[in-house]
């Protein structure tokens, strides 16, 4: 990839705060990172850690009364925080679309998939409802409908779970977005239906030349469409870097034990290695690493304050005091 | 038993014997009839289970996979008789199960329980956990300040502490929490078997291993039998001793997991199998194993259920429905319900006939 272009996402020190009457939970915590043009860049981690907060926080899509977004983020030449709610709606669906993970509540029960599709394109293209459909037809072609016509007409309660979804990218690819936003699309589907779709939303992002902003808990799925790979716990970012480094060189106590806890192939007599403990509330954050008191590697100069993110590798980097034993490690895993 | 399992209710005792299956479904069916028209007759029927037969052995774990829509959940809720059957028998540890002269519903429910998917749903929102838990004790004749005994002594057992937890409410719990409370509950009554219904699909891929460790740990410790349903065949593998595969409501291959997930005989298990996702970027899947959804369960296809989606399809597989076949009791044995297993079936890929 071309080092010299302009990244097409920009986020700086992002920071989302829900604010109600008896608590500050702070969901997003100085979040920072770039994204190319045409990059997969998967985030992952569990629930609770920010992931989909942080993604959200892109189409503005948090209630603005209790919010409240920090930070800096940039698509294309678009500011998005300080964009009108009026020129947020011009940005939306054309530029960054977003596909969810329950198409069911995604999707309006009462139109027809084919004029939910061309609604998208009149608004953004002010075209005549009859050459939006047909362009909703393409769509559905596009992300291999089988007998598209007769869909168009269906709605979304007609449609089985794997269509759904498609119907859903339908509509998000709509106006060519430069930006797909994916909250985990794949979750609720079968891994039959999962695997298609993900080999489908690879093709389409590579002849779209789209970038692509992909959610999900499922390192599986990671490794399966990533370029980029960004681990989230606590709403910190806490490691980043090329998929296969992530993956198969984990230099964070938290992605290798997300590795060793996911079950493939273990010998089923050994029991697995579980991450002890759950995640910290989010309403009263420890000051240091948040991940100290369930890490094994963790040294009381952890618990002082958060770990700065330590380059390992070429664009490889964890937060983390401890990496060069944790790597250790995780090379042992990998050997 | 040790003292600490002395404020629970007794486990039934063994009735048949090791060499007794504890559970035996024969021959299940339940069609749900699909109402329209002006006299709301019925008009189509999903086969949710179409008479599936299998055993399962005392003290392993039968793991159940297939994609949704493949009756997997309603297979369960028969077992557990929350759903009438249509036909079938059902037989716990040797005695027919709701029949005259045959073990009473209390007694089966005593000796096997349920975990479900949901773990938010399946409790009462309005009980602290340490009643939800201790409920059911008290239903079977247990005292109060016993059954609240019991009822701690399991939250401990799956890994909440009672001083902590045992006044808390649903809502207050983590997911992984809720499902531990869950765990807690099945075992009140000290049963001798599990089904878990999608017992760990929900929760995250951290939680998930600690309560399947969890439930490594209370298997050993309580002599349970599970049945595991499931549709992530990562974690089918590691728990289970043998598997059954389901699709459309009929089983399609049932063996010893080892001889299933080495050397899948039926297509579509060869398919679901090469589904799997691993976490090496470097082998990415390219072309998809399985294309389209699953067909709808009324009006299934022809013949074999199968045949719409798979590579190797012939005439004979439109024609006849391929059997499973008698299993024999050896828990090694492997049966299959595919044409090209068969000898002698006319598929041109079959063995040739009279070996069998």
Redesign the interface.
């Known amino acids: 990839m071309d080092m010299s272009a302009r990244p097409l996402v920009e986020v700086r020190d992002l920071q989302v705060n829900f604010v109600s009457r008896e608590a500050n939970v702070a969901a997003v915590n100085g979040v920072s990172f770039d994204l190319m043009p045409s990059e997969v860049l998967c985030i992952i981690g569990e629930s609770g850690s920010g992931k989909s907060v942080t993604m959200r926080s892109i189409l503005r899509l948090h209630p603005p009364r209790r919010t409240v977004i920090r930070g800096h983020i940039r698509v294309g030449d678009y500011d998005i925080l300080s964009l009108s709610e009026r020129a947020m709606n011009e940005v939306r669906g054309a530029v960054v679309s977003m596909v969810f993970q329950e198409p069911m509540t995604a999707l309006d029960p009462v139109y027809r998939i084919g004029d939910q599709i061309a609604e998208t394109v009149m608004r953004h293209e002010g075209c005549s409802h009859a050459d939006a459909m047909a362009r909703a037809l393409e769509l559905m072609e596009l992300v291999k409908v089988p007998s598209p016509e007769r869909r168009l007409r269906a709605f979304p309660h007609e449609l089985s779970g794997g269509l759904r979804q498609r119907a859903m990218m339908a509509v998000a690819l709509s106006c060519r977005p430069t930006l797909l936003l994916a909250d985990e699309p794949t979750t609720a589907l079968d891994a039959t239906v999962q695997i298609q779709v993900l080999i489908m939303l690879r093709k389409l992002q590579r002849d779209f030349g789209m970038g692509v902003i992909f959610v999900t808990h499922d390192l599986g799925v990671a490794a399966q469409i990533a370029d980029k790979v960004a681990v989230m716990y606590a709403g910190r970012i806490i490691e980043y870097g090329s998929v296969a480094d992530v993956l198969m060189r984990p230099a964070h106590p938290y992605t290798l034990g997300l590795l060793s806890s996911t079950v493939h192939g273990q010998s089923r007599e050994t029991e697995i290695e579980a991450i002890p403990g759950s995640p910290p509330d989010l309403r009263h954050l420890p000051p240091g690493c948040s991940f100290a008191p369930r890490c094994k590697f963790a040294i009381p100069a952890c618990s002082a304050s958060f770990p700065p993110l330590v380059a390992v590798g070429p664009n490889h980097a964890a937060s983390c005091l401890r990496v060069d034993v944790v790597r250790q490690d995780s090379m042992a895993l990998a050997s | 038993m040790s003292t600490q399992a002395q404020a629970r209710l007794e486990q039934a005792p063994d009735r048949g014997g090791r060499a007794q299956p504890m559970l035996i479904a024969s021959h299940l069916k339940r069609y749900f009839p699909i109402r329209g028209g002006v006299l709301n007759r019925t008009v189509a029927e999903v086969k949710a289970v179409d008479d599936i037969s299998f055993t399962v052995l005392k003290g392993e774990t039968l793991g159940v996979v297939g ?2 829509g493949c009756g997997k959940s309603t297979l369960a809720r028969l077992l557990m008789h929350l759903l009438p059957r249509d036909s079938g028998d059902i037989i716990f540890d040797g005695d027919a199960v709701g029949q005259l002269h045959g073990l009473p519903l209390r007694d089966l429910r005593r000796n096997m329980q349920m975990v479900f998917q949901d773990s938010y749903s399946s409790l009462n929102p309005r009980l602290p956990i340490e009643q939800s838990v201790a409920y059911a004790p008290r239903v079977h004749g247990m005292g109060r300040a016993q059954a609240k005994r019991t009822a701690r002594e399991l939250l401990q057992r799956v890994g909440l502490r009672p001083e902590l937890f045992a006044g808390r409410y649903p809502h207050e719990l ?4 809720k499902q531990r409370v869950n765990i807690a509950r099945a075992l009140a009554l000290n049963p001798r078997m599990l089904i878990l219904d999608e017992a760990v699909s929900a929760l ?7 309560v ?2 969890l439930l ?1 740990t209370l298997k050993r410790e309580f002599e349970l039998t599970y049945m595991f349903i499931s ?5 089918v ?3 289970s001793d043998r598997v059954m595969v389901m699709y459309l409501g009929q089983v399609v291959e049932l063996g010893p997991v080892d001889a299933i997930y080495a050397h899948p005989r039926h297509p579509y298990t060869a ?2 199998l090469d ?20 067909p709808n369960p009324i009006n299934p296809p022809s013949g074999c259920r199968f045949r719409t989606r798979c590579p190797h399809a012939e005439r004979i597989c439109e024609e006849r429905m391929p059997l499973l076949g008698e299993w024999n009791n050896r828990p090694e044995s492997h049966l299959v319900a595919c044409h090209m297993v068969h000898a002698g079936s006319g598929h041109s890929k079959a063995p040739p006939g009279g070996l069998h």
Not at chain 2, 231 to 235: K, N
Not at chain 2, 275 to 294: H, K, N, Q, S, W
Request: aromatic share 2%; net charge negative.
């Open positions: 994609e949704s983590s997911g992984g929490q995250d891929k951290s939680v998930e291993a600690q399947l460790n490594g549709h992530d065949l990562h974690v593998q590691y728990i398919a679901l589904c799997r996702l691993t976490v090496d970027p470097a082998t990415r899947i390219e072309t998809p194993p399985l294309v389209g959804d699953p």
